[in-house]
């Protein structure tokens, strides 16, 4: 590939008109794949996938939302939490139509569980275990289908939402945090450890503020003030809300200890620990250590924030949930560490991993394996160069070669053709008589996709071209095909074209399938069409292998 580099560069170069204006059209689907439950979705359902969160104390519920704004969920539905108006689990994804045409913008999940859903309008939804009033809805009965909450928020619009074991965080567009739900440690922040029926909106220190940014633990919260200061409150059994003791917290509490460093713009929070990153990049930590979470190569656990990865480059992201004991985080220049309890591992000093993302971390090593965050699009315009050159196939504004096949037209580049090995023809249209219209330009396109898409029949004819132009890898695909569609109907016009092509490995599995089928396949009119040469040595070679027997 490096020699053909040149080639490569050339060729973009020359097309750079087309190729350049392909990227602002171009998506990419969010890659779901790392997590077991997605693969219960067919490649085409995976392809209309714009946002995506596994949770649940298993990461046994999934929560998906297409290009057009259309809301699944598919999972065990534990306490209703699906919101399919009921509590059957489903492998089958299921629309939730109350929320069809709402763009999400944030989503969070607790451990009963419950949901939260802020819509781009400023929308609030809930469902699922509501034992403590997590839903904002008055009561505690479950909520089986997404419930639309406004009390105490009419004329606000909440763009961030949080969850915690049992308890809700709302963050209006203003700036202002609400909080509702368990209150037994004073998470609410509201003075008293009275549970909360309804959003309320959390004041003490934070009275004046606005907030930019909400996390929840397990049973605390912590708020981001727009000037970078971090504020905290509920329970602090662990040190997790970095104040310097372990007294549980009724109301906010500036965390002193990062004040006059750096303004922090980002923090999370797991289980029982927090991280908060800096406008400079820098990563400190504290909490619950029992796992290594905090990063600091031992397992003792920190009252007040603690800096980790100073030796590293610049941090750009941090993650953790309070689900997990997991944390991870990504540096500038695309490095992804990852610490804490990994899949039954406790890792006690931030490791280097292959992944290029965080959510990949919490993916392969969370301990439940659920989602950080709502995974959402990059919609940042790139387009590989694969596929640029998958859209330009057959695409006659940009080609500049034609081949002729059953009088019709496919269009190529000779720079591709050439790149790919093939003699430069100095012809602008090329006659192909040998072989079929399917075939040939499923074999042009091969040449521009690495893949094969025709039926077994078709895929005869692709053998033949594949064995006449010696491309190997293709024979291996045409063979594939041709295995996979067998059939009692085509399964001796198959092994005739093995035969007829060299493929050794393919007639032995289409002559397996005869003789384990002879008598329907002796019934068929491809049995009796066959010359007589090849009709005798399929005869003798099934009778040698007893298959007259009886």
Same mark, same amino acid.
């Given at each position: 590939?490096?020699?053909?580099?040149?080639?490569?560069?050339?060729?973009?170069?020359?097309?750079?008109?087309?190729?350049?204006?392909?990227?602002?059209?171009?998506?990419?689907?969010?890659?779901?794949?790392?997590?077991?439950?997605?693969?219960?979705?067919?490649?085409?359902?995976?392809a209309?996938?714009?946002?995506?969160?596994?949770?649940?104390?298993?990461?046994?519920?999934?929560?998906?939302?297409?290009?057009?704004?259309?809301?699944?969920?598919?999972?065990?539905?534990?306490?209703?939490?699906?919101?399919?108006?009921?509590s059957?689990?489903?492998?089958?994804?299921?629309?939730?139509?109350?929320?069809?045409?709402?763009?999400?913008?944030?989503?969070?999940?607790?451990?009963?569980?419950?949901?939260?859903?802020?819509?781009?309008?400023?929308q609030?939804?809930?469902?699922?275990?509501?034992?403590?009033?997590?839903?904002?809805?008055?009561?505690?009965?479950?909520?089986?289908?997404?419930?639309?909450?406004?009390?105490?928020?009419?004329?606000?619009?909440?763009?961030?939402?949080?969850? *915690?074991?049992?308890? +809700? /965080?709302?963050?209006?567009?203003? @700036? $202002? &945090?609400?909080? %509702?739900? =368990? !209150?037994?440690? #004073?998470?609410?922040?509201?003075?008293?450890?009275?549970?909360?029926?309804?959003?309320?909106?959390?004041?003490?220190?934070?009275?004046?503020?606005?907030?930019?940014?909400?996390?929840? *633990?397990?049973?605390? +919260? /912590?708020?981001?003030?727009?000037? @970078? $200061? &971090?504020?905290? %409150?509920? =329970? !602090?059994?662990? #040190?997790?809300?970095g104040?310097?003791?372990?007294?549980?917290?009724?109301?906010?509490?500036?965390?002193?200890?990062?004040q006059?460093?750096?303004?922090?713009?980002?923090?999370?929070? *797991?289980?029982?620990?927090?991280?908060?990153?800096?406008?400079? @990049?820098?990563?400190?930590? %504290?909490?619950? !250590?029992?796992? #290594?979470?905090?990063?600091?190569?031992n397992?003792?656990?920190?009252?007040?924030?603690?800096?980790?990865?100073?030796?590293?480059?610049?941090?750009?992201?941090?993650?953790?949930?309070?689900?997990?004991?997991?944390?991870?985080?990504?540096?500038?220049? @695309?490095?992804?560490?990852? %610490?804490?309890?990994?899949?039954?591992?406790?890792?006690?000093?931030?490791?280097?991993?292959?992944?290029?993302?965080?959510?990949?971390?919490?993916?392969?090593?969370?301990?439940?394996?659920?989602?950080?965050?709502?995974?959402?699009?990059?919609?940042?315009?790139?387009?590989?160069?694969a596929?640029?050159?998958?859209?330009?196939?057959?695409?006659?504004?940009?080609?500049?070669?034609?081949?002729?096949?059953?009088?019709?037209?496919?269009?190529?580049?000779?720079?591709?053709?050439?790149?790919?090995?093939?003699?430069?023809?100095?012809?602008?249209?090329?006659?192909?008589?040998?072989f079929?219209?399917?075939?040939?330009?499923?074999?042009?396109q091969?040449?521009?996709?690495?893949?094969?898409?025709?039926?077994?029949?078709?895929?005869?004819?692709?053998?033949?071209?594949?064995?006449?132009?010696?491309?190997?890898r293709?024979?291996?695909?045409?063979?594939?095909?041709?295995?996979?569609g067998?059939?009692?109907?085509?399964?001796?016009?198959?092994?005739?074209?093995?035969?007829?092509?060299?493929?050794?490995?393919?007639?032995?599995?289409?002559?397996?399938?005869?003789?384990?089928?002879?008598?329907?396949?002796?019934?068929?009119?491809?049995?009796?069409?066959?010359d007589?040469?090849?009709?005798?040595?399929?005869?003798?070679?099934?009778?040698?292998?007893?298959?007259?027997?009886?």
């Open positions: 590939i490096y020699s053909q580099l040149p080639l490569i560069l050339s060729f973009l170069k020359c097309q750079q008109g087309w190729f350049w204006s392909l990227l602002p059209t171009s998506s990419t689907m969010v890659d779901v794949s790392k997590w077991p439950l997605f693969s219960l979705l067919s490649t085409e359902e995976l209309t996938v714009r946002q995506a969160c596994v949770f649940g104390t298993s990461a046994n519920e999934a929560i998906y939302i297409t290009h057009g704004n259309e809301v699944f969920v598919i999972g065990l539905n534990s306490s209703s939490c699906l919101g399919t108006g009921d059957l689990s489903t492998v089958v994804p299921k629309k939730l139509d109350f929320l069809q045409g709402k763009k999400v913008v944030s989503l969070s999940y607790g451990s009963g569980p419950h949901v939260l859903l802020a819509t781009e309008d400023g609030l939804f809930a469902w699922g275990h509501n034992g403590y009033s997590q839903l904002g809805n008055g009561n505690t009965n479950q909520g089986v289908s997404p419930l639309l909450i406004t009390a105490n928020l009419q004329n606000k619009k909440v763009r961030e939402v949080a969850c *915690g074991s049992h308890h +809700s /965080m709302a963050l209006t567009q203003d @700036g $202002e &945090v609400f909080a %509702w739900g =368990y !209150n037994n440690c #004073g998470q609410i922040g509201s003075g008293s450890t009275a549970n909360q029926p309804y959003p309320r909106r959390v004041t003490g220190c934070l009275q004046g503020k606005t907030a930019v940014g909400i996390t929840c *633990g397990q049973t605390s +919260s /912590m708020a981001l003030i727009d000037n @970078g $200061e &971090v504020y905290g %409150w509920g =329970y !602090n059994g662990n #040190g997790q809300l104040i310097g003791n372990n007294g549980n917290q009724l109301t906010p509490c500036r965390l002193a200890v990062l006059g460093l750096f303004p922090v713009f980002q923090i999370v929070s *797991g289980y029982s620990h927090c991280l908060a990153l800096t406008d400079e @990049g820098l990563l400190y930590s %504290w909490g619950a !250590n029992t796992y #290594g979470q905090l990063g600091t190569g397992k003792n656990n920190h009252l007040s924030p603690v800096q980790i990865m100073a030796d590293k480059e610049r941090i750009v992201e941090v993650a953790a949930c309070h689900s997990t004991h997991t944390s991870a985080a990504k540096t500038q220049s @695309g490095q992804v560490y990852m %610490w804490g309890q990994c899949r039954g591992q406790s890792i006690i000093v931030p490791h280097l991993t292959h992944f290029s993302n965080t959510d990949d971390v919490f993916a392969c090593f969370g301990t439940p394996s659920v989602m950080w965050r709502l995974m959402s699009m990059e919609h940042d315009g790139f387009m590989t160069v596929e640029a050159l998958k859209k330009e196939f057959d695409n006659p504004e940009t080609s500049d070669l034609k081949f002729s096949v059953d009088g019709k037209c496919i269009h190529v580049h000779k720079a591709v053709l050439k790149i790919r090995c093939w003699t430069e023809d100095q012809q602008e249209v090329i006659e192909i008589g040998q079929s219209y399917p075939v040939y330009r499923s074999f042009l091969f040449l521009y996709t690495d893949t094969v898409d025709l039926p077994p029949e078709d895929a005869i004819g692709l053998l033949d071209l594949a064995t006449s132009y010696c491309e190997n293709l024979k291996r695909l045409c063979q594939q095909i041709i295995k996979r067998i059939t009692v109907g085509n399964a001796f016009t198959l092994l005739s074209a093995a035969i007829r092509y060299d493929a050794e490995d393919l007639e032995l599995f289409c002559f397996r399938f005869c003789v384990n089928h002879l008598t329907q396949v002796t019934q068929t009119g491809a049995f009796w069409q066959v007589g040469a090849m009709l005798k040595e399929f005869i003798s070679k099934a009778s040698r292998c007893g298959a007259f027997k009886n």
